[in-house]
């Protein structure tokens, strides 16, 4: 089947550097989407790597490796607004315009 | 631009009772999308549609219907309300470019069944 794995919770200080990390299994996709969402908030869409490597975004950069069905989102100089939690979701083979999402990351940054 | 709208935002159902979320967007996007989130969870998708018309089944299916009359809306109907339904529900859109990817949410419903 169709999945998607992320840690449950990343707590880091201000200032400082958060990977979150996604493995996913899967026959086949279109690409590793992120999204951001605050406590009573909507999501909203952070970034899409549809190919290997980097996208870099401001302070938000997201990278996919197909060949580990692996993705990762990196967070630098975090702020106190950064806390939110995090998503990563795919298209699951032949179902376009579908998304699948992760159970989501806790980020907790402390001052 | 408003964006992806839900009404209502709150709502308190008995056990049986009936009612329909609505969302509309005012993006002219083709895909239109459902989804449950429980706490401490991620999005399950309980129906979508792909065009004016057109609907289909999503993960989590059991329990609801939806119409896409017009373009711009897509309701949610929930025919005889479970507590298992208690849930914050959120409409979403996209355009098919790219295998929408990106899809812009509405701000929720929050649905509590006694």
Same mark, same amino acid.
């Given at each position: *089947?169709?999945?998607?794995?992320?840690?449950?919770?990343?707590?880091?200080?201000? *200032?400082?550097?958060?990977?979150?990390?996604?493995?996913?299994?899967?026959? *086949?996709?279109? *690409?590793?989407?992120?999204?951001?969402?605050h406590d009573g908030g909507a999501p909203t869409f952070l970034s899409y790597n549809a190919l290997d490597g980097l996208e870099e975004t401001g302070r938000f950069s997201s990278f996919l490796s197909r060949s580990d069905s692996y993705g990762y989102l990196l967070l630098q100089e975090l702020q106190m607004k950064d806390s939110a939690s995090y998503f990563c979701s795919f298209s699951p083979p032949d179902s376009w315009g579908k998304l699948q999402f992760g159970a989501g990351t806790q980020v907790v940054v402390t001052p | 631009n408003a964006g992806v709208t839900q009404t209502p935002k709150f709502r308190v159902l008995k056990t049986g009772q009936s009612m329909t979320l609505l969302c509309a967007q005012d993006?002219?996007?083709?895909?239109?999308?459902?989804? #449950?989130?429980?706490?401490?969870?991620?999005? #399950?998708?309980?129906?979508?549609?792909?065009?004016?018309?057109?609907?289909?089944?999503?993960?989590?299916?059991?329990?609801?219907?939806?119409? #896409?009359?017009?373009?711009?809306?897509?309701?949610?109907?929930?025919?005889?309300?479970?507590?298992?339904?208690?849930?914050?529900?959120?409409?979403?859109?996209?355009?098919? #470019?790219g295998g929408a990817y990106e899809q812009y949410f509405g701000p929720g419903t929050r649905l509590t069944v006694t």
């Open positions: *089947g169709q999945s998607l794995e992320q840690p449950s919770e990343v707590t880091a200080v201000e *200032g400082a550097i958060v990977q979150i990390n996604c493995t996913y299994q899967t026959s *086949g996709f279109y *690409g590793l989407s992120w999204y951001q969402q | 993006m002219n996007h083709e895909y239109m999308y459902w989804y #449950r989130q429980d706490p401490g969870m991620g999005l #399950r998708l309980i129906h979508y549609s792909v065009g004016e018309g057109t609907t289909a089944k999503g993960e989590v299916p059991d329990g609801y219907n939806v119409s #896409r009359l017009k373009k711009q809306n897509f309701l949610l109907g929930l025919e005889s309300a479970a507590p298992s339904q208690t849930s914050v529900y959120f409409c979403a859109s996209s355009s098919p #470019r």
